[in-house]
């Protein structure tokens, strides 16, 4: 079964206007962590945003918020106020176990969504 | 100024020309990390450090070998390149305790193997 599951290959937003992208987790582990990256043309990896399975308020940094609904299992990214520079693919991705678990640190990452920024 | 290298960031290779992908980071880290990323596939972790002289298999290792000699590096060698490992590669590193884990990633390697 997939672990990260992101349902969006692609979505186009209007600058200026919010968007949500979409993210499922699977996982057993009680202790777990949900990171957003973005991913340019230019192809690095830029880290957004981190959820821990713990905390009890939604991640927020900047104009990108994460939507952690646990029960559901989604930890939804939210950009406001899209602007150009934020059209890049944008890859979930889920970290389990404690520290020492055999599975410790790796990130699983979802297929990705290609985000448009129309002017 | 914290970050991971890697070295070199473009490489066209033949099959079976052993090849070393070079990872260094400042950040005195003690988890390190390679992955490969494929298109419909996101990245996929291929091996993995938790510290010096401690590694172990990812989700896609056959036809990799890493070391970790010293905690700043972690090269990642193909003794004998195949096609089906042109890909672009991705070394990472974090903290193993304390803060979110957050994963330091290096500029990427892409690889083309004929």
Redesign the interface.
Known sequence: AQK?TQTQPGMFVQEKEAVTLDCTYDTSDPSY?L?W?KQPSS???I?LI?Q?SYDQQNATEGRYSLNFQKARKSANLVISASQLGDSAMY?C?M?EGY?GG?S?????????TILTVHP | EAQVTQNPRYLITVTGKKLTVTCSQNMNHEYMSWYRQDPGLGLRQIYYSMNVEVTDKGDVPEGYKVSRKEKRNFPLILESPSPNQTSLYFCASSLIAGGSYEQYFGPGTRLTVT
């Not at chain 1, 640190?105 to 990705?112: A, E, I």
């Open positions: 990260i962590g990171f990256y192809g690095e990896m880290f981190y821990g890859f991705a970290r520290a055999t410790y640190g790796k990130l699983t990452f979802g297929q990705g």
